[in-house]
């Protein structure tokens, strides 16, 4: 098996908060390509170091994904994106999926740049939760 950051997007200055979500988001609808739960493991990838104190390790945020909270994401058929809020070094982001069953699911992204090493400047999420579609359509900071 492929070390989990084997070519899997990573975090980088040079992407936006809308390239991160979308990298996240498409590395989920295809969570098995190039190996079994890439996508969670880009996921993971693209966690903040606070998201990740409160999920990880890669073992425990992939568990996150068994919940009907965060289950909708793997696999889906579509995404649409709502436009970015970037405040300062804070940002917001709604997604919704449609799932293989048809069914819309919302979700917003909270997004920060860090500050500090290895991932300065880069955009990474602090936290994604369920919302009301209508939520995840216009999201204001």
């Given at each position: 098996?492929?070390?989990?950051?084997?070519?899997?997007?990573?975090?980088?200055?040079?992407?936006?908060?809308k390239?991160?979500?979308?990298?996240?988001?498409?590395?989920?609808?295809?969570?098995?390509?190039p190996?079994?739960?890439?996508?969670?493991?880009?996921?993971?990838?693209?966690?903040?170091?606070?998201?990740?104190?409160?999920?990880?390790?890669?073992?425990r945020?992939?568990?996150?994904?068994?919940?009907?909270?965060?289950?909708?994401m793997?696999?889906?058929e579509?995404?649409?994106?709502?436009?970015?809020?970037?405040?300062?070094?804070?940002?917001?982001?709604?997604?919704?999926l449609t799932?293989?069953?048809?069914?819309?699911?919302?979700y917003?992204?909270r997004?920060s740049?860090?500050?500090?090493?290895?991932?300065e400047?880069c955009?990474?999420?602090?936290?994604?939760?369920?919302?009301?579609?209508?939520?995840?359509a216009v999201?204001?900071?």
């Amino acid at each position: 098996m492929l070390a989990p950051s084997d070519s899997l997007p990573e975090p980088s200055p040079n992407l936006s908060p809308k390239e991160v979500v979308r990298l996240q988001v498409e590395a989920l609808g295809s969570n098995d390509t190039p190996h079994e739960d890439a996508g969670i493991e880009a996921a993971f990838n693209f966690a903040s170091p606070a998201n990740k104190r409160a999920t990880g390790p890669l073992d425990r945020f992939r568990r996150l994904f068994e919940t009907p909270a965060y289950g909708p994401m793997i696999d889906h058929e579509g995404a649409t994106y709502s436009a970015p809020q970037v405040e300062g070094r804070v940002a917001r982001m709604g997604v919704i999926l449609t799932t293989a069953r048809g069914e819309r699911v919302g979700y917003l992204f909270r997004l920060s740049r860090q500050e500090d090493p290895p991932h300065e400047e880069c955009w990474m999420t602090d936290a994604v939760r369920q919302v009301p579609t209508e939520e995840a359509a216009v999201q204001e900071i």
